[in-house]
């Protein structure tokens, strides 16, 4: 009886303790940008990265570069939004955003989960959260709004 409930006690402690972990990846269809969607103990956020870019900023936010990479606008290649954000974010990655497993985001077609949605056009990718702020990613023009 006694190993039962120290069974129990444990199992119910392990399940109390395991965090919510969930992700899924899409890329536009020209696998320019490669996006991923996580939610790790109910945090969602969207990250994308754009491979190949004429840089839209002139500047760095403050606080990109770090002790791994000094950050110019040639490297200001990642952005993240969360459902809370009252913007979106740019951030010069020191890694990618890229899945082999990612699915295609057709034209047209949107991702929605977490409070957050991305759309792919073939103008770009965008992704918003309820509030509509967000990041908007393109070859030649990327925006955090």
Do not use: W
């Not at 754009?50 to 990109?64: A, L, N, R, Y």
């Amino acid at each position: 009886m006694t190993f039962k409930l120290f069974t129990a006690s444990v199992t119910l402690l392990l399940t109390t303790l395991s965090a919510h972990a969930e992700s899924a990846s899409f890329k536009a269809p020209s696998g320019n940008i490669n996006c991923i969607y996580s939610d790790y103990d109910n945090k969602p956020e969207v990250r994308c990265d754009i491979m190949q870019f004429t840089p839209s900023f002139k500047t760095v936010p403050e606080g990109t570069s770090n002790e791994v990479i000094t950050c110019t606008p040639a490297k200001l290649r990642g952005f993240i939004i969360t459902p809370a954000d009252a913007q979106g974010q740019a951030f010069c990655p020191t890694d990618a955003a890229i899945d082999g497993q990612a699915v295609v985001l057709g034209y047209g077609q949107s991702f929605k989960r977490g409070g957050l949605l991305c759309t792919s056009e073939t103008s770009g990718v965008t992704c918003m959260n309820a509030a509509g702020h967000g990041f908007s990613l393109s070859r030649t023009s990327q925006k955090v709004f």
